[in-house]
């Protein structure tokens, strides 16, 4: 699976990459109500300049990316200093108040992820195989302490089991997610021309740990 992406990243194939923050993270952040220093755990995060955004309301972020390439271009695009550290299974950029962990999302425990007390998904669950989203939702639950907000932007297309990006319905949100978070749909996009429609949510972890 690694394989894959890191592909994708060597070829440029990174459509999914946006050269701003995305509007729903701008939109909807602030009222979910999350404490104004909560350190934010961004899975799987490319180099999203939603990572600088969050920095930039004053939240420590924890994202986590397992191809290099998507580590080094996240750096490279800003001049301030990078220091570096090891943890089991990952190494750690920091810069600013951004920190990249570079590894597996799957090999991140707590402790590791102690502090952490918010969390943002986009781009996350739907870029993993219907198998692995199961186990995606339930390791997110096991990170997030209860009370922790996060949002999550899903999208569905109409090319049935095809990926990434998979097609993630509200059924499956619900059942994925709804055991450990509470959740609140916040707004629904209308298809764009590849037939894709993003769909915005609140969740809140309802305690205690599973
Ligand atoms: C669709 S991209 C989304 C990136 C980012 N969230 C954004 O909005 O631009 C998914 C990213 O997750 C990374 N990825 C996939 N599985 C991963 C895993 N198990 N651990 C860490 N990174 C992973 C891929 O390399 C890719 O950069």
Redesign the pocket.
Known sequence: ??DA??Q??QEGR?G???DAP?PALIEHWQALGSAPNAKVL???????L?MRWLASQGHPVLG????FE?VEAFLAASPAPVSRYVEPDFTIFRQGAVEVWH????HLHLPQAAEIGAFY????L???PTATRQRYAFHLAQLTPPGAKGLLVTLTHDQGDQG??YSVDDAEVARLLAPNFRLEKLATSAPDERGRGESVWALERRGPRC
């Open positions: 699976m690694s992406w890191r994708r990243w990174i999914f990459h946006r995305h961004v899975p799987l995060c490319g180099k999203s939603d986590i990316e397992f191809v998507a590894g597996d999302f799957f998904d986009r781009a996350a739907v870029a993993l990434p990006p």
